[in-house]
């Protein structure tokens, strides 16, 4: 199938590959060239716009970090929605907002293609083993074109109904608990050690059984040695996440309580000069608040 | 070994039967007397007053629902404090404050006792299967004598250090990152509802690897199924469990915001007429809190 | 002087017609001819598209209610900035965002004009009798051609200095301060009427004399007799003013934790169908949060 | 009219002065018994426990910090409430919470005598120039006999029923609004100075009307200034009333999310070591929680 890759950051240049190595046509695009070094070598040609990798394919697949990203590359009149052929997919696979899900799909429509919503689950080194999991909203038949390569992609799909902005809405509810989930260790750490106890004694009561899952190993972890420059997601793209919520939140007039919570210490952080460190790093802005430096 | 229990409530009865079972010597007490009836019949001798049960005991635990409860049968003239022989330890098994353990261990420490926190984890089924986690927090060889109790009643034994309060706060900050992860799901759970996605389907996502352990699954599963009649706490009893968080925080001048957001939503639940149902009706307070009934 | 006028809402008629009779040559827009008729009668001239009013002005005058509206009239090819002759100068007088001002000040410097944000304190009653504050904030010269102008519209006028958007800053704190004192009366109203306290009798106490002024008198009483169809600012703009508020202090890394509770009572407020009313109207959203209905 | 006063701080001795100087005979009583010179020096006879005060008096006046200082002072066998001869009046002037009104309203009762909430509004000079507010609430018959000492103390009474607690429960509402709106002024604050907007301007903006009003004028001057030594309340004080808000707003389940901001921002102050400047010191929290130093 030929394929138009736009976005070669760690996740798209691991998904990219793994659709190259596949056999899978691949005209790659990204905004600093020499991103598509590997990709080349692997096979891919290189484009010199969005639209020329898009031009031509049947399904062109977008890994961008903000939805100004998206927008930039697929709207308008040099956007990928007017390149591409009549009847091809957009599947964008970065963590969109409900807004740029919905404006994205109209441009698609209008110009005679579709867009799937395709959010993924996962780090780079999961989407290098094919390990991610995958949520698709979009019209059925479109989704059922992009099966083939989420199968090479990823662990699992699963289906969020004809709406892409669905897709985009359990993205983001997800990252909500698990950046939620991650405040609270951060402040149920600080509280152990201002009463004098052992953060790993507390990790190991944490993960002992009720919490004993990736979510709180992981971040358990990392907010009990203090080790927030072991750096999953920064705190900078933790706060593009809460805002997400926050957004899709304020579209059906709903209040977050927690996410308020989950935010102003990522902005503390942020304000502190830690945005570019690891997003559990809210737990040593909670610590901060109450006085431990 | 001579042991007076008292408390016997679900956990304190489940925990209470085991160590009859395993044929130490047990004078028992409750408020309402019709509590003990099992525990007599499995030949137990019931005492009229707390004073009573711990006279003679060289080992006294209590299982009790709140401080004043504690307070009231341990100290004051009338209290178990008092009525223990020299040397003898009184462990308090149910969840208690910082404060409430100072003053037990001062007023034990008074009367040539010892006194130990030993707060636990697991719901009346694991306590009566002998499969609870206990937090140990107190002096060392009042905690060594207890520890064959322990290995009867409990799966795994903590030790948090000779400092009662210390395994107090730790309790406290396991049932608050319990709470505050409830109160994030319910959140998202509210989210993806209000914009069309079907809850089991979030379900899914969310415990499919990351938050694949009990705390989501058991407590995705009443949200996703708004089964809140399925108890294992009340609401009411999880407001206790944040008040005793955030009264832990202010003894180290710390502010819990995620505390904060927790608290409000039981709050709201209660005020609501939700007080007895499970605490993870907070998930129903958010979703009423954007308009959805 | 040759005035442009786009904008003519409640308040953008009403500093108008004092522009217009005190015998400026005005040229109107907006965007719903009806509301021009006044204006017209007056002898005004009414222009086809902003740029048609704002071309061959000294000054252009913008009255709109969001950073939106305020864009697509100033920027582009069609906008304003383009059509106004060079040096004259463009007077943004409703509230709008950091961004906004700093993207319109470009766009005119650009164009070689200039910008001044000017919003104002008031409601349209004071600004038909000329008794609005104007917080002004551009460069100096830009600042005095203005000044007549301003003299004619307000009673007073504070000076930013020449950065627009710390104009704009003060007037997103300034109702900030503003909504947070409405929110914290709501609360406390609600909480004396769950205690049993007469609304009326609190009232009297609050506006004694340490809250004796317009802000606690005018939305105390309202709270008080909830009479939230007597709407000044609805809930719906409000919340506007709200996210302005976060989005300026996101600029700087700053949570504002007042603003969240304040925020998400006015989506609370909008979900349960308030969004038209007065936006102290989340004083009914809190005492619906504790079960007062 | 024989009268016992029981507590001396700055505004205890305000009050007894007044009530000294009008010609009552009066017993006095404080913890630390050099506070009481002045009184004695003006005629006043000094007792050596709060019975002794109490004993042989028509009308009893506590002017305490705490509630536990009241029941202390009040309640049990060496109790004011015991001491006092049957049909006397005990006035409770301080700030007091609705649990401890309603323990101190029975045991008068039970005592034969009874019991009248009496919180006032004001400092201590306005205490001296007879210039506070008393919020009365308690039996009419005891309010009415306390009416002429409340005329010597006070310039106006509120009459807020039969139930102390009604007294109390507005003592704490206004306590409430003033603490948020100091609170909400932080905020305001910190963000127009991150902006570069010199604080004297926005307080000459933000009093100019809507807030030209003691409250903001007394408070926005010290936030504007930084002056925090300027002490009317300590931030240690301030908690006190942002937990007895927080415990009044309980006992109706109702949530107070402005009251949690508040209340979080004084703990953080307090935990950097403010809690003995004035309570508006929560702007300086404000601006450091977002990196200004």
Redesign the interface.
Known sequence: MRIGFIGLGLMGSAMAGRLCAAGHEMVCYNRTREKTTALAAAGARVAETPAEAAAGAEIAITMLGTDEALRAVALGGDGIAAAMPPGAVHAAMGTHG?EACRALAAAHDAAGGAFVAAPV?GRPDAAAAGEI?I?VGGPEDAAARLRPLFDIMGR?S?S??P?P??AA??K???N???G??I???G??????R????DPA??Y???T?????????RIYGDIISREDYDRVGLTARLGLKDA?L?LA???A??????????????L??A????HGARDWSVVALEQAR???IE
Do not use: K, Q
Not at 187 to 192: Q, V
Not at 208 to 216: E, G, N
Not at 270 to 273: D, E, R, S
């Open positions: 409900i689950l999991a949520l699992v699963f969020a109904g709406a902005e669905t809405a359990i983001i509810a997800f909500f608990v698990l939620c989930a405040e609270a260790m402040e149920g750490f600080a509280l152990i201002r009463h004098g106890v004694m507390f190991e009561v944490l002992d059984r009720l919490f004993d899952a990736p979510a709180h805002n919520a899709a939140a304020e059906v007039n709903m209040p977050l309580p927690s996410g308020n919570a989950w935010r102003d210490r902005l503390g942020i304000a502190h000069g608040a109450s006085g």
